[in-house]
């Protein structure tokens, strides 16, 4: 009989162990859920935060007239962020100069911190990018950039934010 009680308990506690192992994988699921979660806003609520120069370039998706932007010119270390979201786009080691008035990357930093779309609105094709968790415009990638991507992504400066602080954190993938 003690047997059977001893069993009996060494089953519930099993039970109870396995239940709290599926809590805490629930829980991790869950917080993986919050990092990756995209940022969604309205029209106002993006007004309210951005300046009127970066409302007009990251939501309506305007362009900033060339040589005239913050880092067009800017070749200091660090990690350049969304400037809607803080979202980590673009590795200065990935930045050259294209000559063009526009900051230029070679490579973003993940290809999942990106988003594109197909824009027809000078009367050709050309493919616009996004920051993948906020949606904001950033510009649009070309294929005329250097080795080793030959790509350029041709950004507004008025979209990102230099992080001269995270170069050590962030690993190129
Ligand atoms: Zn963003």
Known sequence: MRFLVLIIMSML????????????TEMKREDNKKQTKNIEKSKEEWKSVLTDHQFYIMIEKGTERPFTGEY???????????????NELFSSDTKFDAHCGWPSFYESLDSTKIKTAVDYKLGYKRTEIMCAKCGAHLGHVFSDGPNPTGLR??????????????TDSIELK
């Open 72 to 86: 067009w010119n800017v070749f200091e270390d660090g990690v350049y962020r969304c400037a809607a979201c803080g």
């Open 13 to 24: 506690l099993y039970s109870c162990s396995s239940t709290s192992k599926q809590i805490a």
């Open 153 to 166: 992504y041709c950004v507004n400066s008025a979209s990102i934010k230099l992080d001269s602080t995270s």
